[in-house]
């Protein structure tokens, strides 16, 4: 099951806009749009505040990319004295976006652009992680020969993060979920 932190896909924003229109029915469905639009952007806003929590640590950024010349795989590390949640909300180059949970627990971008769609997932490092098996992780990542299996060992996922800010039950919870660390 997926569970949506916020998207401005145009299923989400004529939803809002009817809402709007039912209110107002002056309104042109341009108009409606519009301050549908407006309206779920600041809603953006409060699901940053809403994810202000730190993971204590650095979040990898794994990313498939579709490109006009193909797909290709990247990462990206978030470092900083203080990493939060936040931050991945931030990540994006779309115009149409979903942050989202997904069934496996990992909290993920999917951006549509005009060459076609990235993907972002969301993890950290697993406490006790040497910087040779980060740099040999991230190497097969960008290489595009990481596995499932190499996410996992070396990576945690952030979904519980959200989980608890929102109440949703993941399959699978963590075990730091379950401790409560992943506040």
Request: aromatic fraction near 10%; charged fraction near 30%.
């Amino acid at each position: 099951m997926k569970h949506m932190i916020w998207s401005n896909c145009y299923d989400e924003i004529e939803a809002i806009a009817k809402d709007i229109r039912a209110g107002n029915p002056d309104l042109t469905e341009e108009e409606s749009l519009d301050e549908a639009r407006e309206l779920n952007d600041g809603y953006l806003e409060d699901e940053r505040d809403n994810l202000n929590v730190s993971v204590g640590g650095e979040i990898i950024v794994l990313g498939s990319l579709g490109l006009w010349n193909g797909r290709r795989q990247a990462y990206r590390v978030l470092k900083g004295p203080d990493v939060k949640i936040r931050d991945c909300l931030n990540i994006t180059c779309g115009d149409y976006i979903e942050w989202y949970v997904d069934e496996r627990g990992d909290m993920m971008i999917r951006d549509y652009h005009h060459d076609g769609q990235n993907l972002y997932t969301f993890r950290a490092w697993k406490p006790g992680i040497t910087e040779t098996q980060k740099e040999n992780f991230l190497a097969k990542a960008y290489e595009g020969n990481a596995t499932r299996r190499d996410v996992t060992r070396y990576t945690r996922r952030l979904g519980d993060y959200a989980a608890r800010v929102y109440g949703w039950k993941l399959p699978g919870r963590s075990a730091a979920a379950k401790r409560g660390d992943a506040q």
